[in-house]
């Protein structure tokens, strides 16, 4: 299975080298679509209101704030509150895992130890089946999809 991120999960003076994987892979079904008689592909312009094909390097992005009403992003302003990646799992707290209500998880990943950290790693695994514990931290793994730049070559695919 591929690597989503490597870095260190750290707790008081303890850094342990760790890889993320994902502990579930997302099945679905594309389809495209096609005109019934040639089954020949379909397209979508980006149109204006007045019905003019806009380019993709003259597209904003905005929020609708009242109808007809927008505040408009730039790309620097997105930027700027785009969390950072994050080479540590800071371990803030360790609780019991029945305090955690299982509506909070979002997405399920697994770590594993790098090679050279499988001793500490399994040290730290057996101490939290032991206590019936888990820790508690906040991690940014963002990688940015859609930016302006791509968008562009997305487009063109």
Known sequence: MKTVWRGMISFGMVNIPVSLYNATRKKTVSFKQL???????????????????????????GYEI????????????????TPKASRVIDIADFVKLNQIDPRHYD???YLAPEPGAGKAYALLLE?????????????SCFVARNTWQRSDQWERR
């Open 35 to 61: 005109r019934k008689d040639d089954y020949s592909r379909i397209s979508y312009k980006k149109t204006a209101t007045d019905g003019v094909e806009v380019p993709q390097t003259e597209i904003a992005k």
């Open 127 to 139: 101490a939290l089946k032991q206590t019936e514990s888990v820790g508690v931290a906040r991690f």
């Open 66 to 81: 009242a109808p007809d009403r927008y505040v408009v992003i730039s790309e620097a302003e997105l930027e700027a509150i």
């Open 107 to 109: 997405s399920s990943y």
